[in-house]
């Protein structure tokens, strides 16, 4: 009786590490869409080096989106906007980018020079088939 008891914990406590390493194994994908500003890229991996939510408006920043991998469904457009957060009118969009979609796009960056957003809080939201994805707030500072 006591076997099977130890038997059963050991099997249990086994079962759980194959299911943490099959869970939590990092294998260079991305989990789901992301949002990232920040000033520069790393070149090799494109990601933004010291992400940002406070930015200064003197410095050109750099706006890097990273997708979700999707084989085996159906391609999903995605559009990524830029809108004043603090306003609830969704119609005042300053700017909108439609972002090329084929099965090689994993990302996209573009650059916003400095003194064309002024001072306060903006928002991007990164749109898939006209569903949100992904929204990212932050502050642009004087």
Do not use: C, W
């Not at 294998?27 to 789901?32: L, P, T």
């Not at 997708?67 to 995605?78: A, H, L, P, R, V």
């Not at 400095?114 to 990164?126: D, R, V």
């Amino acid at each position: 009786m006591i076997k099977r008891k130890k038997l059963l914990i050991l099997s249990i406590v086994l079962i759980s590490i194959v299911i943490f390493y099959f869970i939590l194994k990092d294998d260079g994908e991305i989990n789901r869409d992301n949002i990232e500003i920040g000033y520069k890229t790393n070149d090799e991996s494109q990601q933004i080096i010291d992400p940002q939510n406070k930015v200064d408006r003197n410095k050109e920043i750099i706006v890097s989106t990273h997708f979700k991998d999707n084989s085996g469904k159906e391609k999903q457009n995605k559009k990524f906007v830029l809108k004043l957060a603090n306003i609830k009118d969704k119609s005042n969009v300053l700017m909108e980018e439609t972002i090329p979609n084929d099965e090689t796009t994993s990302g996209y960056e573009f650059k916003i020079s400095p003194g064309k957003l002024s001072a306060g809080k903006y928002q991007f939201s990164l749109y898939r088939d006209n569903n949100l994805s992904v929204e990212k707030v932050f502050t642009v500072k004087r």
